[in-house]
């Protein structure tokens, strides 16, 4: 059987929803990036694995990623690439929204493995942001003292839009108190940039291959969620980075929904995804 049970406290408020007498939580505009790199093995992604303390996805390996600061959709930073009117169309957004979507992708990929997706120009990106002041810039961001917009001014950096493609877009079940609304990218990590055990809300991070990373979570030794499970199993059909990219991606809006099978409350997909089961 497909799907996920749902027991307890989640099973009791699953029923609520649907049976109406409570109202599902809105969902938060976010952003995921899935970092790439390639060796003589094939495709690498960089994951973080969330502390046990955090309130969402406690104990997961995730992407790179997080929620719009409501900074993010300033008209005042130097942009190159798709415009996000663009990206709007691409991901069914206003371009408010887009702008935002895309700016938190770049945000939260430096914020949480010190990779920049901006440069000094259009042709141009960051070749080492390991420096000490690049870490109290990361530090500021994350501690929302320093907005993005400001981040890239002070540095006069241009935002590469370019560097990213679309992948997928997920929302949180109604279920979750806590829920977003994501739009998934893909990018390749930039020439002479590399990632760092940048801490924060992750205590562990990895550069895996998607069938080992997958082979771990079949065993028990990590734990994925369902999107970043379904989106390993997407990337392992690629053999390299530029492969990736090049993707022609339909972006289809996929939410687990709440669902009574043979009389237990379950999450599923519509397609009978089994949620990483083996």
């Known amino acids: 059987m497909g799907g996920i049970p749902l027991p307890g406290e989640l099973g009791e408020r699953a029923r609520d929803i649907l049976a109406g007498r409570i109202a599902p939580a809105p969902a938060r505009d976010a952003a995921t990036v899935v ?4 060796d003589a093995g094939g495709v690498e992604v960089y994951l973080l694995r969330r502390k046990a303390s955090m309130a969402f996805a406690a104990g997961a390996y995730v992407f790179p990623g997080g929620s719009v600061d409501p900074r993010d959709t300033d008209h005042a930073i130097a942009w190159s690439g798709p415009s996000p009117e663009a990206w709007g169309e691409i991901f069914r957004a206003d371009g408010r929204t887009a702008r935002g979507l895309v700016c938190a992708a770049v945000r939260e990929t430096f914020e949480e493995s010190g990779v920049l997706l901006a440069g000094p120009s259009a042709e141009s ?28 001014d002070r540095r006069e950096l241009v935002l590469r839009s370019d560097l ?38 992750a205590d562990q991070v990895a550069w895996l291959r998607p069938a080992d990373a997958l ?64």
């Not at 970092?35 to 390639?38: A, G, K, S, T, Y």
């Not at 109604?174 to 590399?194: C, I, N, S």
């Open 125 to 152: 990106v960051v070749a080492d942001t390991t420096g000490d002041d690049w870490e109290a810039d990361r530090l500021a961001l994350i501690g929302k003292s320093l907005s993005f917009a400001d981040f890239l």
């Open 215 to 278: 082979d771990r979570a079949r065993t028990g030794e990590i734990f994925l969620m369902p999107p970043t499970h379904r989106t390993l199993t997407e990337l392992g059909a690629y053999e390299k980075v530029p492969e990736v990219l090049a993707a022609d991606r339909e972006i289809v809006t996929i939410m687990p929904r709440i669902a009574q099978v043979d009389g237990e409350t379950r999450i599923v997909l519509d397609d009978d995804y089994r949620f990483g089961a083996p």
């Open 164 to 201: 990213l493609r679309p992948w997928a877009h997920w929302i949180t079940p109604e279920v979750e108190t806590r829920r977003f609304d994501t739009r998934f990218f893909v990018a390749a990590l930039p020439p002479g940039q590399r990632t760092r055990d940048v801490g924060g809300e």
């Open 35 to 38: 970092v790439l790199r390639e």
